[in-house]
């Protein structure tokens, strides 16, 4: 019975809200009246929650924002649930999303893994070892430079090869594939990286040395670190920093559910789209802890404006502000002598259909009571015709 009343009101109200009112009136007697009444009722406030036509949605979205911004904290740094993991949030993380930076301060990463693998912890060693980015300056017990034969000198901790699982010939194949234009040598334990053309000096020595430190061995490159946790039930991996190509090759990570807060990477790996998804859900995600309550179609309307055009566009002066097609609102933002000029080299024309550019000129703007046009007709005329 249900089914056929909520068939009534396919197009009307959202498929979703329909099958939740269809589970949830399932194990509960109600009649064909009752039933009615919640579709009813339902689809009045769906109707009440739309916008109305004509409707000033960009001046009411920055002032939802706006407003519960003067209370947000200007804390930089947060535990995001774990003592080694720090995120931004607050006031900085949303800006560092309305400006587009191309690198967050702090990039993460929350890495779901595949059944079995998500709920023993067993796996977590071997899986961690195949993430975490290991540099030769972690394996290393000594290192220097020789200034009378002009050499780099270092010595291997045995310990830390066992502890990481490294093994010493690809180490040295790493460390030899990095420096090819270098001779290399082995003595007593000792290795030796020297260069073939000695008028470098020590300038040369030094940046070999530091070159040295901060050659890969293993892991993936940009994760320095990796630490599990329990979230609804099963092992999540959060990672400090971001590259989200290589963990997708992992045979044990869930694709499907990883995700990063870099949302220049999660547009080149993942699509726009996706892009689109990290944006909302990551403002939601700053609101929310700060205790604040934005309507999520606010979020969503910011998001698919820094979208729209295939890729992400911060709300700054070289982005948004940038691609609109009226010169003067253009020319509102900042830089107006520039754009103004520009525009009258390039013979620019606006057709005045936004808000800013009406307001420039003292016109009404196409908002509200100043979008429709009124057509009255004549009854005299008609009745003499």
Do not use: W
């Not at 099958?19 to 339902?42: H, M, N, P």
């Not at 929650?49 to 200007?74: C, D, H, N, W």
């Not at 071997?126 to 394996?139: C, F």
């Not at 205790?291 to 992400?312: C, K, Q, W």
Request: aromatic share 6%; proline share 4%; glycine share 6%.
């Amino acid at each position: 019975m249900i089914e056929e009343i909520a068939k009534q009101y396919e197009g009307k109200i959202p498929a979703p809200l329909i099958q939740k009112v269809i589970d949830e009136s399932k194990g509960r007697k109600l009649t064909k009246a009752q039933i009615e009444k919640v579709f009813t009722k339902l689809q009045e406030k769906y109707d009440y929650s739309k916008i109305q036509s004509g409707e000033a949605i960009g001046i009411v979205t920055a002032e939802s924002f706006g407003e519960p911004g003067t209370q947000m904290t200007l804390r930089t740094f947060h535990f995001a649930g774990v003592a080694e993991v720090n995120v931004t949030l607050g006031l900085p993380r949303l800006i560092e999303i309305f400006d587009a930076r191309k690198e967050p301060s702090t990039p993460l990463m929350t890495i779901f893994l595949n059944k079995p693998y998500n709920k023993d912890e067993k796996y977590l060693e071997k899986i961690i070892a195949q993430i975490k980015e290991i540099r030769v300056n972690e394996i290393l017990s000594e290192i220097s430079i020789n200034i009378l034969k002009l050499q780099v000198e270092f010595v291997f901790n045995k310990k830390r090869f066992k502890e990481l699982g490294l093994n010493e010939e690809e180490t040295i194949k790493c460390i030899k594939d990095t420096f090819k234009t270098l001779d290399y040598a082995e003595s007593d334990n000792r290795h030796y990286l020297i260069p073939k053309n000695k008028e470098g000096g020590l300038p040369a020595l030094y940046n070999i040395k530091q070159k040295l430190k901060e050659v890969k061995v293993k892991g993936l490159s940009g994760i320095q670190e990796v630490i599990p946790k329990m979230d609804n039930n099963e092992i999540v991996l959060l990672a400090s920093g971001s590259n989200l190509k290589d963990v997708f090759k992992i045979p044990e990570v869930d694709f499907t559910r990883t995700v990063s807060n870099d949302l220049f990477e999660v547009s080149k790996n993942l699509g726009i789209e996706a892009a689109r998804q990290m944006i909302i859900q990551e403002a939601s995600k700053v609101l929310r802890e700060q205790g604040l309550d934005v309507d999520i179609r606010h979020i969503m309307f910011i998001s698919d404006l820094m979208t729209n055009i295939g890729e992400i566009k911060g709300i700054t002066r070289s982005g948004i502000a940038e691609g609109k097609e009226s010169v003067l609102a253009r020319a509102s933002f900042e830089t107006p002598i520039k754009h103004l000029i520009n525009a009258s080299l390039k013979g620019e024309v606006d057709y005045l259909n936004s808000v800013v550019e009406n307001v420039m000129i003292n016109q009404p703007i196409p908002l509200g009571t100043g979008l429709p046009s009124l057509v009255t007709k004549n009854k005299e005329k008609e009745s003499k015709k």
